[in-house]
Nanobody, 122 residues
Framework: VQLQASGGGLVQVGGSQRLSCAAS????????MGWFRQVSGKERDWVSS????????YYADSVKGRFTITRDKSENTVYLQMNSLKPEDTAVYYC????????????????WGQGTLVTVSS
């Protein structure tokens, strides 16, 4: 499965941005799609995940209540709607697929998109 992330850009504090991640190849109900983010010089942190089969969402505490993850099975695409953005949300955002069904463990995600930069300016 190849993943193509898009939707990054420059946004003001308090603004919104929607990221998309299109997948080529078959995604099974047991799989999990996730979003991670990385600031230069720091580790890649988990942001949110969604179970492909049920659509059940999961969020890091830092984004809970502000970000929403959804998926469109017909389009093989996962979205991350980001609202009330803060400067600390600035990062390169990566989408990823876990065939093992892991929700948060970065090492259990085995397909990665190329990353899309989100910059939140004040």
């Amino acid at each position: 499965v190849q993943l193509q992330a898009s939707g990054g850009g420059l946004v003001q504090v308090g603004g919104s941005q929607r990221l998309s991640c299109a997948a080529s190849g078959r995604i099974f109900s047991s799989h999990v799609m996730g979003w991670f983010r990385q600031v230069s010089g720091k580790e890649r942190d988990w942001v949110s995940s969604i179970r492909w089969g049920t659509g059940g969402p999961y969020y890091a505490d830092s984004v809970k209540g502000r970000f929403t993850i959804t998926r469109d099975k017909s389009e093989n695409t996962v979205y991350l709607q980001m609202n009330s953005l803060k400067p600390e949300d600035t990062a390169v955002y990566y989408c990823a697929l876990s065939r093992r069904g892991s929700l948060t463990d970065r090492d259990e995600f085995d397909s990665w998109g190329q990353g899309t930069l989100v910059t939140v300016s004040s």
